[in-house]
Each structure stands twice: as structure tokens, then as C-alpha cells.
């Protein structure tokens, strides 16, 4: 199956939340507005965005009728709010490595990026090093390195219960040895001891920037799209420490509103990068604002 067709269905629940067509032939008053309001806020759009989006939709459309006008107005504006030369973008140093350090709790779908993200750039040419800096989470390493075998892509880890910082220093000589086009770099997700894991990702973060010029060259949070405004709240705790350059959101195939995209890049100003709409492999799409914005509505 066509991975925009995956993205579609992940979308349809959301769409159907919209049920566009119902909009036509009414009136624009406050009834319509609030109603419109609901849909946007249960869609996950957050408060902030969707007051945004209430208000062009007011001032352009007050007192006309719905119809398919109103319907591209509205997709614009959120195409609009979407926007960002980043948006499925990925960093690539002038000279190898190119380092991408990963972040995010556990459960997000982190290890599954990693290894999607890893295969998707194994496709086209480049060689890969993994380096398993969550040396807490023997089991996240072990499905890494099944991965990696699979592949065909090297693999840097420490023993259970090593300094991660040193797995990261490991890594980056591996890489800069190699010169491997990618450094892919796995970090510990253990929210609940949040100022230890902030400060071991800085020290990861600091490690990889004093070995490699200019390098994390990406710094990705993965976020759970059926965390909803829960997902920007982990976005801001993360932000404050490892300076984050871009978002993977995941599961947006499950029961994910899709809104909750708008709502990330509105409340976090990060661009999201990529996609996760499945738990195969191949289940990760480079983000395309407006063909997100046009499945949400169809
Ligand atoms: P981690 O703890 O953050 O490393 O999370 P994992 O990568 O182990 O993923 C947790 C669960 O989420 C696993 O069952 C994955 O298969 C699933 N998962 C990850 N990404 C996606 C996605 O995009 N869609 C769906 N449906 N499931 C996903």
C-alpha cells in the first residue's frame, strides 16, 4: 500500500470528525463558528491554533455562506500555520558524519524511528552507524541490533548500565573512522527521572558536539501522536535541554487526531520532519504539510 494511502486512513477518523461536506449552505454566524470551534479543539488542534484559525475564518467569512470556498480558506490558513522550509527536511554535514541525535520518553516510538529512519536512508545509498547511547534499556539496544544485522548497518553499545556519554564518544570515533554518511544516535526516554535524564542527554549532546564540527546536525524528538497536548508538553520539557532542531510524530495511523500536528508546530515552533503512520519498517513518511492538510479534510 501506497504510504500517502496509510496517511489517509490514519486521517479519516479526524476527517470524519470534520465532516466538511455538513458545513455547505449554512450560515457563517456564532453557531457555525462554535461548532467549527469544537471540531477544531476535539481534532487536537490546540486553543492556540484553532483561536487563530476561528478568527481568519470570522473576519474573511462573517455573515456568507459556507461553501467550498470557506473550505480552501480554512485549508490555507492551516497550510499556512504547517509551513516551514524544514517541514520533511533532513540536515546533511558537508562532510561525513552527519550526526542525528534522537530523543523522546519510552513508549513513543522512539527505537522503531530509529530503525525506519535508518532503512529509509540505507535506501537511498548511505551507510549507517547506530549508536545505542540508552544503555539503560537493554531491550531497546537488542531490537536495534536485530535491526541493524538485518540491514546491514553497524552498531555502536555499551554494556548494560554504561555511561552513555561514552558509548556516544565511541560512536562518533566509529563514525569519523568509517566516515559513515550517518551517525544515528539512541538516547535514554525514562521521564519519570526527569532532571537525570536532562542532564544525561545534555552530556550526550555535548560529547557529539565537541567531537564532530557542527554536530548533532539534527537533534529529533520523537512524540507520540495519541499523547495529544501531552506530546507538547514532553516537546517543551526537551526543548529546554537539547536545543531540539525537529519532530518525528508517530502513530498517526492509530487513534491519533491528526490536528495535534497543527498544535505541535504552533506551540513548540518546531517543524516536524517526519511521520509515522504504521509499525512496519517502512512506515515513515517525510511530512508534507499540504497533503496532510488535504487528508484531514477529504
Ligand atoms: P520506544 O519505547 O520509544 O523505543 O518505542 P518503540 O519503538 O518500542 O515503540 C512502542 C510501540 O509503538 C511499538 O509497539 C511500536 O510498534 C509502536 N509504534 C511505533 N511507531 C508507530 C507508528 O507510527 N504507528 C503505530 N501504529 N505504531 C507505532
Redesign the pocket.
Known sequence: KDLLDRFKH?LAKTARLFDVRSWFGRKVDQDFLDELEAKLIRADVGVKATQILIDRVREAYADKTADEDLLAFLKAEMKALLQDPQAGALAKAPTNPTVILIA?????????????LAQRLKDQGNSILLGAC?TF?AA?AD?LAIWAERSGADMVRGNAGADPASVAHDACDRALARKVDYLIV?TA?RLHTQTHLMRELEKVRGIISRKIEGAPHESLL?L??TNGQNAIQQARIFSKSIACSGVIL?????TAKGGVVVAVRQQTDLPVKF?????GID??QPFDPDAFVESLFS
Open positions: 490514519g523522546g520518553v519510552n513508549g513513543s516510538g522512539k527505537t522503531t524511528s530509529i530503525a525506519k540508552d534499556r531497546a531490537q539512541d526516554g520523537v507520540d501522536a508517530t502513530k498517526l495511523d492509530g511521520v509515522g503512520v504504521g509499525e512506515d515513515l
